[in-house]
């Protein structure tokens, strides 16, 4: 996501790219369903980012994985003092504490516009995952953040990340 909004400073039109759902772009499997997309539809990228975050969708995930500039995706890590990503590794893994640098650079505003930083918050609150850490708090309470998970059919790592406020 934050990969993209950096893109679409340059290029705004680059969110409503569209880009069709082949059957071909197989995702890991998913303990957690909530909507997913369908294949042979075609979504924009901002559709497409929305099913990502807000209901952790891995077929929007690979979909937009697919068609990212990945000079630009590694260099989002990097900016954030993270290891290059090999994007054919499958197991790639962040810890809570890194993975939090994402959620830091959304709520500082540092790394994005204003904007883009806003409209990267308002998905991760919207976000349908409600076990977790939100699980613990008042549903009244809005809570950015972003559900994952890892592993193998035999082991399984769940990740819940807040926004540092």
Do not use: W
């Amino acid at each position: 996501m934050i990969t993209y909004l950096r893109m679409a400073e340059t290029n705004p039109a680059i969110l409503n790219k569209e880009i069709a759902y082949r059957p071909d772009v197989i995702a890991p499997t998913q303990t957690f369903n909530s909507k997913t997309i369908t294949p042979g539809h075609t979504y924009k990228i901002n559709e497409l980012i929305k099913s990502m975050i807000v209901y952790s969708d891995n077929n929007a995930t690979m979909l937009l994985h697919s068609d990212i500039n990945v000079d630009m995706f590694q260099k989002t890590f990097t900016d954030l003092g993270l290891k290059k990503p090999d994007v054919r590794d499958k197991n790639y893994a962040l810890s809570v504490k890194e993975y939090s640098r994402f959620m830091s650079v959304l709520y500082d505003g540092g790394y994005l516009t204003i904007p883009a930083s806003e409209y990267a918050i308002s998905l991760l609150s919207e976000s349908d995952f409600k076990l977790g850490i939100v699980k613990q708090l008042p549903p009244s309470l809005k809570v950015a953040h972003k559900f994952g998970e890892a592993g193998t059919d035999d082991v399984h790592e769940y990740m819940n990340v807040p926004l540092c406020t």
